[in-house]
T-cell receptor, first 114, second 113 residues
Framework: AQSVTQPDIHITVSEGASLELRCNYS??????LFWYVQSPGQGLQLLLK??????LVQGIKGFEAEFKRSQSSFNLRKPSVHWSDAAEYFC????????????FGSGTRLSIRP | EADIYQTPRYLVIGTGKKITLECSQT?????MYWYQQDPGMELHLIHY???????EKGDLSSESTVSRIRTEHFPLTLESARPSHTSQYLC????????????FGSGTRLTVV
């Protein structure tokens, strides 16, 4: 069965430090891949997506993610975090079918240390 | 500005009351979804619709019901609210394919006392 795993429930980094949030998926083919961010009390906002082509994708707010087929991973990175990046981050996998279904990971909470 | 709207943003009601959470989108999307999000952050799909007069139950069993009479409108109803229904409810929509993922509303935070 298709699944998305975010192994880190909660990460704390210092402001200005680099960030990497991990995501692994289980799927028979290359799926659509997404990262969403959720600020407190808000809905989810799309950060970036990957379908095909260049495996390093750029998103909004200075985030990027790299698709590694051999590792079934799609990790999110940012070279220097800001206090405003504190939020929940969800990795998601979209399945090719008429159902257009997206499966979400369980999320990683990011805290920023001043 | 948001293209998918949820009202109310916050709601506190007593046990046994009937409530309807509203969700409307202006993007002409055929597909719409309701998620329940618990305090541990995880999203649980409770209902979805692929078009007018089409509704399906999601992965998480829910006592709520939905309707899809118009493309842009996908309300969720609880006939008799209970404290166990306290949660955040997120509505989302998508186009025919996944090129743009899902667009989410801001959510409704429901508290049943």
């Amino acid at each position: 069965a298709q699944s998305v795993t975010q192994p880190d429930i909660h990460i704390t980094v210092s402001e200005g430090a680099s960030l990497e949030l991990r995501c692994n998926y289980s799927y028979g083919a290359t799926p659509y891949l997404f990262w969403y961010v959720q600020s407190p009390g808000q809905g989810l906002q799309l950060l970036l997506k990957y379908f095909s082509g260049d495996t390093l994708v750029q998103g909004i707010k200075g985030f990027e993610a790299e698709f590694k087929r051999s590792q079934s991973s799609f990790n999110l990175r940012k070279p220097s975090v800001h206090w405003s990046d504190a939020a929940e981050y969800f990795c998601a996998v979209g399945l090719y079918s008429s159902a257009s279904k997206i499966i979400f990971g369980s999320g990683t909470r990011l805290s920023i240390r001043p | 500005e948001a293209d998918i709207y949820q009202t109310p943003r916050y709601l506190v009601i007593g046990t046994g009351k009937k409530i309807t959470l509203e969700c409307s989108q202006t993007m002409g999307h055929d597909k719409m979804y309701w998620y329940q999000q618990d305090p541990g952050m995880e999203l649980h799909l409770i209902h979805y619709s692929y078009g007018v007069n089409s509704t399906e139950k999601g992965d998480l069993s829910s006592e709520s019901t939905v309707s899809r009479i118009r493309t842009e409108h996908f309300p969720l109803t609880l006939e008799s609210a209970r404290p166990s229904h306290t949660s955040q409810y997120l509505c989302a929509s998508s186009g025919q394919n996944l090129n743009y993922g899902y667009t989410f509303g801001s959510g409704t935070r429901l508290t049943v006392v």
